[in-house]
């Protein structure tokens, strides 16, 4: 059965950084995709940063990018999300999701409600 257990979240004031981790347990081969996706109260769930494994290609949304950092360990299983100068709209739970479907080499975005395998979330908060 497959797990993924996300860490590193907490508060932080506007400009701080964090790092999130997501380790993967209860299979070996790795996911055709993966990423984190982030809810803020009241809102939808969205994506913000996708891997797909088969070509290496990571997609960020545009409010992250240059400031949030995907990068994974496949040794250890592990997935990270590298948080710099954080914002107070960057304030949601975080939640990392994977799968093994190819999905026709696009990974799923939006509300990701496509993939099947989900962490229970570690919330970020920032302060202004």
């Known amino acids: 059965q497959v797990h993924l257990v996300e860490s590193g979240g907490g508060s932080v004031q506007a400009g701080g950084s964090l790092r999130l981790s997501c380790v993967r347990s209860g299979i070996a081969y790795r996911p055709y995709c993966m990423g984190w996706f982030r809810q803020a109260p009241g809102k939808k769930r969205e994506e913000v940063a996708v891997f797909y494994t088969g070509t290496g290609s990571i997609y960020y949304r545009d409010s992250v990018k240059g400031r949030f950092t995907f990068s994974r360990d496949s040794a250890k299983n592990t997935m990270y999300l590298e948080m710099n100068s954080l914002k107070p709209e960057d304030t949601a739970m975080y939640y990392c999701?994977?799968?093994?479907?190819?999905?026709?080499?696009?990974?799923?975005?939006?509300?990701?409600?496509?993939?099947?395998?989900w962490g229970r979330g570690t919330q970020v908060t920032v302060s202004s």
């Open positions: 999701a994977a799968d093994w479907l190819k999905f026709g080499g696009v990974c799923p975005r939006g509300e990701g409600n496509e993939y099947n395998y």
